[in-house]
């Protein structure tokens, strides 16, 4: 969870909020009021759906586990291609997907394009599968 921290001057005392799943905690005390505010990543069905979709392809989940394993730092385009074996074109049709589904990012350096596993809306898709797990059996899996 990414935290941000601010301060505002306010003369009511503010109890806790619960909006779109981010949690927002107002404590007040006098005129300060410290606001610590958790962007909890929530993945919307159709993001899920998008992003099982683009994992649904053997050569693209390939990729996404090998960035992955990369971490930030990513590898090239042109490294990928060469690490599978794939023609350039088709390792391009490959990202871009992953792209558009959000489970990777894509940043230019010098002449290449850097691409990393986009852990934030990875972990948001690990949440949102196992979000009720067990929950009909108790929580006891």
């Known amino acids: 969870f990414k935290r941000k921290i601010a301060k505002i001057n306010a003369r009511l005392l503010v109890g806790i909020k619960v909006c779109n799943k981010k949690f927002l905690i107002c404590f007040a005390k006098n005129i300060s009021i410290i606001i ?4 909890y990543k929530v993945m919307k069905k159709s993001n899920a ?3 099982l979709t683009a994992l649904a392809q053997e050569s693209r989940l390939d990729i996404f586990r090998l960035l992955v394993r990369k971490g930030k730092t990513g590898m090239a385009a042109g490294e990928l291609s060469d690490y599978f ?3 350039k074109a088709t390792m ?5 997907e ?3 589904a ?3 990012t894509a940043k230019r350096e010098s002449r290449s394009i850097i691409y990393a596993a986009n852990y934030d809306n990875m972990n ?11 929950s009909d059996n108790g929580g006891k899996c």
């Open 36 to 39: 610590e505010l958790w962007n």
């Open 49 to 51: 759906v998008k992003s």
């Open 85 to 87: 074996g794939l023609p």
């Open 92 to 96: 391009s049709f490959h990202l871009k």
């Open 98 to 100: 992953l792209t558009n």
């Open 102 to 104: 959000g489970l990777i």
């Open 124 to 134: 948001a898709l690990i949440n949102f599968l196992v979000e009720n797990c067990c």
